[in-house]
């Protein structure tokens, strides 16, 4: 399993985890569309840079191939939503056929980052483990549930299929993100001294540090076949399971400056905790706190190394490059605008 297929990988985890696994000394063929810039992967001898679209790829795509992690995904509830059938088609339909095309090709390995979203909305004191039923609330998470039901069914002795089920990833990446819990409340803490929090705080939600989500990937594709194969891993940690409220304390305590929280919108009814005793059995633990990310966020801030820009809000890029196609369509002849 030396060549390992990443798609998504100019995404906010693909970034971190495309330079993890080559140092971890694997080769990796990294697809993307690259919606967010080109130049975030550094070049390497042992990276191959494909640019496509998840929806459009073919047996030869998949060639060589020991293992896949198909994290290339429309990301977020508001995307979601404005993109329901985009999302659909990316979030479940690419990815099992993805699955099934690396099957065919002979890929010993496929790994589906989902999300602990697909778990909703829990009734107060249950923690969920994996065998608990999903309740999707929204496109992203119903998107990620039916593809975690076709890509398991796909599983058997030769073909290792795992699920990995994420917290509300947070912490710094090429790729940044300031649309996620964490990153945004230390930007608005950092920039502004106010805290955005949607209402009403007591929604529960477990974190884990973008890296940590990485090493679990990394986790899995070497894991025993007989303990991950077929397997649903809910990926995070009790000790960063979260209410709003609280969290937004800690990080308003936590940047280097006066902040309060700034509470807004309507009652966010996602709320759920999960169990992650599956994957810790297994021998896996996060490594990264919330404090640590928002360390590292605040201090990339100050050297200037990273800010809050469109294209670290996912849905405001998105519907930015669609306005520009719009735009360009229509004024453009000949293969060019001015010059032709």
């Not at 973008?210 to 986790?219: E, G, K, L, M, Y």
């Not at 304390?249 to 940047?255: I, T, Y």
């Not at 996060?286 to 849905?315: H, M, S």
Request: charged share 25%; net charge negative.
């Amino acid at each position: 399993m030396t060549r390992v297929l990443v798609t998504g990988a100019g995404g906010y985890i693909g970034t971190v985890l495309t330079p993890m696994l080559l140092d971890a000394g694997y080769d990796v063929r990294a697809v993307d569309r690259f919606f967010f810039g080109r130049d975030l992967l550094a070049p390497h001898p042992n990276l191959e840079v494909v640019v496509e679209d998840s929806r459009r790829l073919a047996q030869e795509h998949f060639e060589d191939v020991g293992a896949v992690i198909d994290l290339a995904a429309i990301s977020n509830d508001p995307s979601g939503e404005l993109f329901r059938e985009a999302t659909l088609e990316i979030n479940h339909e690419s990815r099992v056929r993805s699955a099934r095309l690396a099957k065919a090709a002979g890929a010993h390995r496929y790994v589906l980052p989902s999300s602990c979203s697909v778990y909703g909305f829990q009734e107060e004191g249950v923690i969920a483990d994996e065998t608990a039923p999903p309740n999707p609330l929204t496109t992203y998470a119903i998107a990620n549930e039916r593809a975690e039901r076709g890509v398991l069914a796909l599983a058997d002795d030769a073909f290792c299929v795992v699920v990995l089920r994420q917290a509300t990833v947070f912490g710094l990446s090429p790729r940044m993100r300031f649309d996620l819990a964490i990153n945004g409340m230390t930007y608005g803490a950092w920039k502004t001294g106010q805290l955005p929090l949607m209402r009403d705080g007591t929604q529960w939600r477990p974190m884990i540090h973008v890296r940590d989500t990485a090493r679990a990937q990394i986790f899995v594709l070497q894991a025993a076949l007989q303990q991950v194969n077929g397997g649903i891993f809910n990926v995070g940690s009790q000790a960063e399971t979260w209410q709003i409220g609280p969290l937004g304390e800690l990080v308003a305590a936590s940047v280097p400056r006066d902040a309060e929280i700034e509470w807004y919108g309507d009652p966010d009814e996602r709320s759920y905790r999960v169990s992650f005793d599956r994957i810790e059995a297994l021998g896996y633990r996060t490594e990264w706190t919330a404090a640590d990310g928002v360390a590292e966020i605040c201090e990339a801030l100050q050297a200037g190394t990273v800010d809050r820009t469109p294209q670290t809000i996912t849905l405001d890029w998105y519907t930015d490059l669609v306005r520009w196609h719009r735009l360009v369509r229509e004024v453009e002849m000949y293969g060019g605008i001015v010059e032709i």
